[in-house]
């Protein structure tokens, strides 16, 4: 059974009332995007769950963040949440379908760890599904709602599984987004991609560099890499 809560260095993260826990792979997402957001002013987190992504950029910029997220128990803990802070007045959650909420304001840069498993098998759990698998936010939906919703100058964020970023960003040059840079991860050396990170801007690119970051050395303690990454925010690290 999963912890009813994860601690980090300067917030707790309570989870019991989430379909989604606290995963690294969404800690990775959060802690690469945080470096690279300071310059903007408004942030979007879409499906924000337990509003972990929230708290981790506010935890390194000045941005107003919001949050939108369609199941009412993650909404009600991720509002919890965000309130138990010292960035609390910079944030705000919101309950409601991405679809067809109307926010405030256009925001400078949109992050977004989506419902994402179109093909694979669904949940029998209907919350896991609806947190899991794109039946209610399709990518190509998301897309459309990231365009809409964002800034002429600004940039998003997207956490996807590996064998999916290309088609993804089929979708994305649709709509005349650039790829700035990827980030490609994976469990252990001997262990092939799992996630890709993927950052976009409506700025033409003529270069996206591609990274890389493996979490565990063969012996299974965390790289280098790794523990750089997330050390403002990991306890003991």
Same mark, same amino acid.
């Given at each position: ?5 994860? +601690?980090?260095? &300067?917030?707790? %993260? #309570?989870?019991?009332?989430?379909? =989604?826990?606290?995963?690294?792979? /969404? ?31 506010? +935890?390194?910029? &000045?941005?107003? %963040? #919001?949050?939108?997220?369609?199941? =009412?128990?993650?909404?009600?803990? /991720? ?159």
């Amino acid at each position: 059974m999963a912890n009813s809560y994860f +601690q980090f260095k &300067q917030f707790t %993260i #309570h989870q019991d009332q989430c379909a =989604l826990k606290v995963c690294t792979d /969404a800690c990775i997402f959060g802690a690469w995007f945080s470096a690279k957001i300071p310059q903007y002013a408004t942030v979007l987190d879409i499906g924000a769950g337990t509003g972990l992504l929230m708290m981790m950029l506010a +935890q390194r910029s &000045q941005a107003e %963040i #919001h949050g939108i997220e369609i199941d =009412l128990a993650a909404y009600r803990q /991720a509002k919890e949440n965000i309130s138990q802070n010292a960035w609390a007045t910079r944030m705000k959650v919101f309950p409601g379908d991405a679809r067809s909420f109307r926010f405030p304001l256009q925001y400078d840069f949109i992050i977004t760890n989506p419902p994402f498993f179109e093909d694979d098998l669904p949940s029998t759990d209907d919350r896991a599904q609806t947190a899991k698998h794109s039946k209610h936010l399709t990518l190509e939906e998301l897309i459309d709602v990231i365009s809409g919703n964002l800034q002429p100058h600004g940039a998003f964020g997207i956490l996807l599984p590996y064998h999916r970023w290309e088609y993804f960003h089929t979708l994305a040059t649709r709509y005349s987004f650039s790829l700035t840079e990827k980030l490609f991860v994976k469990q252990s050396p001997r262990h092939n991609h799992f996630r890709a990170i993927l950052h976009y801007t409506r700025h033409h690119e003529d270069f996206s560099p591609t990274f890389e970051l493996t979490i565990q050395e063969p012996d299974r303690s965390y790289t280098p890499e790794f523990m750089e990454l997330m050390k403002d925010y990991y306890l003991y690290l």
